[in-house]
């Protein structure tokens, strides 16, 4: 760990109505880490996610990336900031193929240009056949991302994010509907690029997945932060296994 | 798309062979005795559905590619018409110059509008639309001593059946080629990606409200353009018979007959609309509006996906396109990868 803080949130506050789905959260990713976060359904993981990427106003505290404030920018000046992300209900453009979707996840469509004329444009079409290739995805570069299977289109989902080299990705539930072997590639794709000196911050139900890929891992519940560790200090730690599995920890499985 | 380059060759063959017979129509007119075959009545009929194309094919940049289902689109074509009579009967300006400057004032209206309006999504655009084109309409018969009010505005007559069908021919193709080269360039791509899912694209670094204003005020200024050439044709305009609703429900039924997000559906589907329209008006003059319902419920059912989209995915989607696949001895659906859920290539909320 390299100790730059790349994302530094503090007392980030979203209430909708009366519920106060992120209340207070304190959060910093420094460079290079994995960290995780984790809590049971409702705890305001995927609300703090789009907090963070500016979908939601926030109603309190303050975000920086890159040691700039973003807690007023657009969605899209995050993104372009190096900030990307995936969601939990698979959001990838579905009329357009393997190909074009990864393109336009760098180009952004500033360029008016016609595909394939420039030099530019050779270099992000083999750009996005390189990320096919790492993703497994290479056989369906000219495939409708419509006509994908859940799986595939997770991990054109996170081809998407990697197109215009981020500096942080955010993963919401990137393993949630995939078969255990498709899972153990994700996870394998996750390590190198880790290694390769991509910081990640996960969201994620498998507990195994967490404790495999995280040197940190952050635990909320109902809005608030639990419990801030190690994946062990973590798995020990009684108000995790309280908020998880109910007042005695034992009882059962959700 | 695919079907080969033969398929591909002999089709642009066809078309150009079509424009340049049909650039021919004027001069059949003046030189063969009689005029030929060739009427004033054919010029004009023609003349009309170049527009018909024009409009369809802009309209099908915002609802077609961009996925905004726009129920009021014959306000940008009013807006053009009184630009034109506006400054041509109270101005004096010349043809050409209030023809521009109605092109413009129609684009700011657009820019103007385009902010507030771009916000809404899915139907709630729809309607937003279609108030605007109403509201449009009455804003120009209240203001009597600029627009004429309800009696409206008489422009200089100029009939000149050839000049209106060429001025319309070159501008049908151009449009035409015009969303072609769109389609394929990344601005086009990102339109189609706002349409796919807004949120996401968003959340990917595209600027989407500066390309869906971007490209309303395209649409707008397409249509604006051909308001303005027919107010000048029709030498007098009124609020009624410059803001006629069924002129944008033709546009749409065109699109969505020929092919909703498709650059050929417009052209395919306002032709076909055209002549056939024709062709029952003729026969079934009573209930011509009958049977014209009865066929676009039949369109809707049956071929949802138009008539370009039935003949370039052979999926399967359709009835006709399973018909299709089936006669050809191709696999119908599944041959793709995974799912079969993938949506039906309408506009998506």
């Known amino acids: 760990m390299s100790g730059i803080r790349i994302l530094d949130a503090r007392s980030v506050t979203k209430r909708f109505g009366g519920l106060v789905a992120v209340d207070e959260v304190d959060i910093h990713v420094d460079q290079g880490e994995v960290l995780g976060l984790i809590g049971p359904n409702g705890s305001g993981k995927t609300t703090l996610f789009n907090c963070l990427t500016r979908v939601h106003n926030i109603d309190g505290g303050s975000i920086e990336f890159k040691g700039k404030d973003i807690t007023s920018k657009k969605p899209y000046q995050v993104a372009r900031m190096g900030l990307a992300r995936t969601f939990q209900v698979i959001r990838v453009y579905g009329d357009l193929t393997i190909e074009e979707n990864l393109v336009l996840s760098q180009q952004w469509g500033a360029l008016p240009t016609h595909r394939s004329f420039t030099k530019a444009h050779r270099d992000l079409h083999d750009k996005a056949a390189e990320i096919a290739e790492f993703l497994l995805l290479s056989k369906h570069l000219r495939t409708k991302a419509g006509?994908?299977?859940?799986?595939?289109?997770?991990?054109?989902?996170?081809?998407?994010?990697?197109?215009?080299?981020?500096?942080?990705?955010?993963?919401?539930?990137?393993?949630?509907?995939?078969?255990?072997?498709?899972?153990?590639?994700?996870?394998?794709?996750?390590a190198v690029l880790n290694n390769k000196g991509l910081t990640l911050l996960l969201v994620e139900h498998d507990i195994r997945f967490?404790?495999?890929?995280?040197?940190?891992?952050?635990?909320?519940?109902?809005?608030?932060?639990?419990?801030?560790?190690?994946?062990?200090?973590?798995?020990?730690?009684?108000?995790?296994?309280?908020?998880?599995?109910?007042?005695?920890?034992?009882?059962?499985?959700? | 798309m695919r079907g080969g380059t033969t398929f591909r060759k002999v089709s642009l063959g066809l078309l150009v062979a079509a424009i340049v017979g049909l650039a021919t129509l004027p001069m059949i007119q003046r030189y063969a005795t009689d005029g030929g075959f060739v009427t004033n009545s054919t010029l004009f009929n023609f003349t009309q559905m170049f527009m018909l194309i024009i409009v369809a094919s802009s309209w099908n940049l915002t609802g077609g590619f961009t996925g905004y289902v726009d129920f009021g689109h014959g306000v940008w074509f009013g807006i053009g018409a009184y630009g034109t009579g506006v400054l041509m009967s109270k101005l004096g300006w010349p043809f050409p110059v209030a023809v521009a400057g109605a092109v413009a004032i129609t684009v700011l209206a657009a820019l103007l509008l385009g902010g507030p309006i771009l916000r809404l999504r899915g139907p709630y655009f729809s309607i937003a639309m279609l108030a605007t084109f109403v509201a449009v309409r009455e804003i120009i018969r209240i203001v009597k001593p600029i627009t004429g009010g309800g009696i409206g505005l008489t422009l200089p007559p100029y009939l000149n059946r050839p000049l209106f069908f060429y001025i319309t021919l070159i501008l049908a193709v151009v449009v035409v080629a015009f969303t072609w080269w769109l389609r394929r360039t990344q601005f086009g791509l990102t339109l189609i990606a706002i349409r796919e899912d807004e949120i996401g694209a968003d959340m990917r670094g595209i600027n989407t409200t500066l390309h869906k204003i971007t490209v309303f005020g395209l649409s707008a200024a397409i249509t604006g353009l051909v308001g303005a050439l027919w107010a000048y044709q029709n030498t007098f305009i009124d609020p009624d018979i410059v803001f006629v609703d069924s002129r944008t429900m033709d546009v749409i039924i065109a699109v969505i007959l020929g092919g909703l997000g498709t650059v050929a559906g417009p052209v395919i589907g306002a032709v076909v609309l055209f002549w056939a329209r024709d062709i029952i008006w003729a026969n079934f003059l009573q209930f011509h509006l009958i049977v014209q319902?009865?066929?676009?419920?039949?369109?809707?059912?049956?071929?949802?996906?138009?008539?370009?989209?039935?003949?370039?995915?052979?999926?399967?989607?359709?009835?006709?396109?399973?018909?299709?696949?089936?006669?050809?001895?191709?696999?119908?659906?599944?041959?793709?990868?995974?799912?079969?859920?993938?949506?039906?290539?309408?506009?998506?909320?």
């Open chain 2, 293 to 349: 319902g009865i066929v676009l419920i039949a369109i809707v059912l049956w071929v949802p996906e138009g008539i370009v989209g039935t003949f370039s995915d052979r999926s399967g989607g359709t009835t006709l396109g399973r018909l299709m696949s089936k006669r050809k001895g191709e696999p119908s659906s599944d041959e793709a990868v995974g799912s079969p859920d993938d949506e039906p290539r309408t506009v998506s909320s």
């Open chain 1, 210 to 254: 967490i404790s495999d890929l995280c040197t940190r891992v952050i635990v909320l519940n109902y809005g608030r932060k639990l419990a801030d560790g190690t994946p062990d200090e973590i798995k020990s730690d009684e108000r995790v296994l309280e908020a998880y599995f109910g007042d005695d920890g034992s009882t059962d499985v959700e």
């Open chain 1, 147 to 190: 006509t994908l299977s859940g799986g595939q289109r997770r991990l054109l989902e996170l081809g998407m994010t990697l197109m215009p080299d981020p500096d942080l990705i955010l993963l919401d539930e990137a393993t949630s509907g995939i078969n255990p072997s498709l899972i153990e590639t994700i996870k394998d794709r996750l």
